[in-house]
């Protein structure tokens, strides 16, 4: 999901808030909401029969479980060989549209095809809660309420506009929507018409979902002459260099770095980074800025160095190849 879920799970003590009080809050929100552009009409269709979600506050006040066993078994959970067969079968199906997107934006088609695998198993998994009342329900909770309120506002701007009906506008607890999973203030800043219908359509129209996750990365600084990253093979010598160390490429050429393939050809100047997840049990990255645009999506290295391996089994294209872990090296290979 988009970077500002992260936020989400951070805990804040409050004071309860009860059910009745819900009705009172609407009063007092809709002319916050007509003040920023939003209609009476479309206020009064929108929270018509809505209610507080308890499901979601359940989901918004519990304690996020830490990650205790590690990226390996991070990535062997959501990266699967149903999943990289699907993104390839995608990309087969969608390659006409994605070139021309991958064209429009310089954002390659396997990194599109990945980010929307991840997200929503490639538009199957979109979330089944009532947007309006999702953000409603966390607005009025209190948490974050300057968040929200300004997060529902825009989703009812989305409405008034005529992007999506009110039943079809669905999304998951925390406010994201689509089949890119983009909050509505993303969708605001980063989705696009590309089919020039009058619509930003990520629930629905693919022209629409590719470009918007393009265009988010492109925005955010995306450059279409360096892939994400390459795994490098864990010699003695990577153990004098502390995660996050960033050199030149040819420095770390001369530090005696080996890559899982072939060197990368790119110019010696490049800034690289290194990545160590778990403190480098078996797997360390060398990745260039595009990483860093990644996590501005989600600021999870777990995140950023799965969508950037997604994005490697898709490219490769063999439909029947079976994804193992090499536990030697740490590193999956066809």
Not at 41 to 47: H, K, L, Y
Not at 151 to 166: D, F, K, M, P, S
Not at 243 to 268: N, T
């Amino acid at each position: 999901m988009i970077h500002c879920l992260f936020l989400l799970t951070l805990l804040v003590i409050h004071h309860p808030v009860r059910a009745d009080d819900f009705p009172s809050w609407v009063a007092t929100f809709r002319p916050e909401a007509l003040q920023r552009g939003v209609s009476a009409q479309t206020f009064d269709t929108a929270f018509q029969n809505v209610v507080p979600n308890d499901r979601v506050i359940e989901l918004d006040q519990k304690q996020p479980e830490r990650a205790k066993a590690g990226f390996a078994v991070y990535l062997s959970k959501v990266i699967n060989q149903a999943r990289i067969d699907n993104g390839r079968a995608a990309l087969v199906q969608n390659r006409p549209l994605l070139n021309t997107v991958s064209s429009r934006y310089g954002v390659p088609p396997e990194m599109i095809v990945s980010l929307w695998g991840l997200e929503t198993s490639y538009g199957k998994n979109t979330g089944g809660f009532d947007l309006i009342q999702a953000l409603a329900t966390l607005a009025w909770e209190g948490r974050r309420s300057e968040f929200f309120k300004t997060e529902l506002v825009t989703a009812l701007l989305i409405l008034q506009n005529g992007h999506i009906t009110r039943e079809d506008f669905k999304g998951s607890w925390a406010g994201a929507m689509g089949q890119n999973q983009f909050m509505p203030s993303s969708w605001s800043k980063y989705a696009v018409d590309f089919n020039g219908d009058g619509h930003k359509d990520i629930w629905k129209t693919q022209s629409d979902i590719f470009a918007s996750t393009a265009n988010y990365l492109n925005q955010n600084g995306w450059n279409p002459n360096l892939k994400w990253g390459w795994q490098v093979i864990p010699t003695a010598n990577l153990h004098q260099f502390a995660p996050d160390q960033v050199m030149p490429y040819e420095q770390w050429l001369r530090s005696g770095i080996k890559f899982q393939g072939r060197p990368p050809a790119i110019p010696a100047a490049t800034p690289l980074k290194l990545v160590v997840p778990d403190g480098g049990e078996g797997r360390y990255y060398i990745v260039t800025k595009n990483f860093d645009v990644i996590k501005s999506w989600n600021r999870s290295n777990y995140f950023a160095l799965t969508v950037g391996l997604l994005s490697d089994y898709v490219a490769q294209g063999s439909s029947n190849a079976v994804m193992r872990d090499n536990s030697a090296d740490g590193n999956y290979n066809q």
